[in-house]
Structure formats: structure tokens, C-alpha cells
């Protein structure tokens, strides 16, 4: 079991960004006071860019120098590309404050071998962590804060059901085979996602509200992709609005 898990229901999406916004500079603040520096990962998909609007509205002039951007997964495609996670966070965030560009790790997810795209993202974080490289199995990295969705089919980064990433134990990054889309995503591995010091998911509206029971509540064999982020020696926080937590037993 992680250290802590903490649920947390806000009435409306709204009050659910600001909370998470709220979340995110206090965690900031708290790594940016103990070590200089806060890292932390991004995630994709639709729910994260009104969190990442808001960041940008309310905390234009945060100490954005000090804070480190990675991306806890990435969609096969160009950083131009309408799918791309980086565009998402880019034109929501990036573009609207003061952060350094040596601050921002992306993917290189153009580069149309997906393996060598994961393994330069990989070597990319060894580098920053300086943790050293691929020969002592068992070094991760330590985000300060990784944030993550999850999806219909309980799937979170790219961690899908059933998908061969699940049970990578020494890498970092992957880029893994997702049947039902036919293509690569990259992603981390959930021994980073489990080594983070805090994991903040969101989950936002009545779509989610079936998964989020399940993965809270439910005994799934195998446990499903988001049951298994765990943190060994962290925070789990999940962050839900009323519509997305309203099959939960409360
Ligand atoms: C991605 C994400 C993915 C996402 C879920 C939820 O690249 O798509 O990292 O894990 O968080 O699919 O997506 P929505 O927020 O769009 O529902």
C-alpha cells in the first residue's frame, strides 16, 4: 500500500482545477524550499488542460525557473500535431509563462522508432536524475509530483490493460504496444510512477464515475493499470469531481 492515499471530492470540475492547482504550488513550494527544485511529470489527454490554464492564469509569475517539466507519456506524433501532449500543455501553459526552455522535457515522439524515442526520453532522465545509466537495475528517478489521468478501460499514461509495459521492471521509459490503437505510446514505467514522492490523479465527470469505483473499490484480477500505481514511499492523491466520484461508497 502507499504511505498515504487520500481521496478528494470537489462539488464542480471548476472547484476540482482549482483545488489541483492549488495542490500543485503547494507541492511545489514544499520541493522548491527542501531541495531548490521541484520536478514533476505531465500528463496528457483532455482532463489536465484546464488545470494547466489555470496554472497559467493564477500563477503567471511563480517561480517558474525553478520547475521542471517532463511528460509521463506521449502519443506517436509530432509536437505540432493536434494529438500531441506537448501541444496540449504548450498552447494551455508553456506559452503563457516565464519558464526557461532548458526547463521542459518533452518526448521526441516524431521520431518514427518508437523503441530509440523511448530510450533517448530514458537516457534524457537518467541525465537529469544522474542516476546512472541502465547498468544498476533498480535506480529511479524521484519526481517530486506526477500527475496522471485514467481512462474508460482504467488505463493510465500509457499503461493500458493487458498491454506488454505492465510488467517492465527496470526501464524507465518504454515505448509500448497498444493493440486497439495499432501504434506505440510512449510512457513511463510504473516503477517511476510508483517511486514519485506524490501521484495526484485526476478524474473529472459521469464517464469516469463506473472506472473510478472500480479502480477505489473494485478487486480486479489482474488489478487494473491505475490500481497499480501505488507509491512505495509517497502520496497518492485522487482528485475527483462529484459527477466522477458519484458511484463511490461514501
Ligand atoms: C494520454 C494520457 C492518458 C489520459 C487518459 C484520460 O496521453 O492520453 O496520458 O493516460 O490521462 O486517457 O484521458 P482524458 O483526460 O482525455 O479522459
Redesign the pocket.
Known amino acids: 500500500m502507499p504511505s498515504t492515499r487520500s481521496i478528494e471530492v470537489l462539488a464542480t470540475a471548476p472547484d476540482l482545477f482549482h483545488a489541483a492547482a492549488e495542490e500543485f504550488v503547494r507541492a511545489a513550494r514544499t520541493a522548491i524550499g527542501a531541495q531548490g527544485r521541484f520536478t514533476v511529470a505531465l ?5 489536465p488542460k484546464a488545470l494547466y490554464s489555470l496554472l497559467a492564469t493564477n500563477y503567471a509569475d511563480f517561480v517558474w525557473n525553478r520547475i521542471f517539466l517532463f511528460f ?2 506521449e ?1 506517436p506524433v509530432p509536437p505540432t500535431d493536434p494529438d500531441s ?1 506537448y501541444r496540449m500543455v504548450k498552447e494551455s501553459l508553456l506559452t503563457k509563462i516565464q519558464i526557461p526552455a532548458e526547463n521542459v522535457f518533452r518526448v521526441h515522439a516524431e521520431n518514427p522508432d518508437a523503441a530509440a524515442a523511448a530510450a533517448d526520453y530514458e537516457a534524457e532522465l537518467r541525465r537529469f536524475f544522474e542516476l546512472r545509466p541502465g547498468d544498476r537495475p533498480g535506480e529511479f528517478p524521484r519526481f517530486d509530483l506526477i500527475l ?4 474508460p478501460d482504467g ?4 499503461l493500458f490493460p493487458d498491454s506488454p509495459a505492465l510488467e517492465e521492471q527496470s526501464r524507465l521509459v518504454v515505448a509500448n504496444w497498444v493493440a486497439k490503437f495499432n501504434t506505440h505510446r510512449i510512457t513511463f514505467t510504473l516503477p517511476v510512477l510508483n517511486r514519485a514522492a506524490e501521484v495526484m490523479f485526476l478524474a473529472s465527470g459521469a464517464d469516469k464515475a463506473d472506472m473510478v469505483r472500480q479502480v477505489l473499490e473494485g478487486k480486479n484480477t489482474p488489478p487494473l493499470p491505475s490500481q497499480r500505481v501505488q507509491p512505495s514511499d509517497g502520496k497518492l492523491l485522487w482528485m475527483l469531481d462529484e459527477a466522477a466520484a458519484a458511484k463511490l461508497t461514501r
Do not use: K
Open positions: 500528463s496528457g489527454g483532455s482532463t509521463g507519456d502519443r501532449n496522471l489521468g485514467m481512462g488505463h493510465t499514461a500509457s
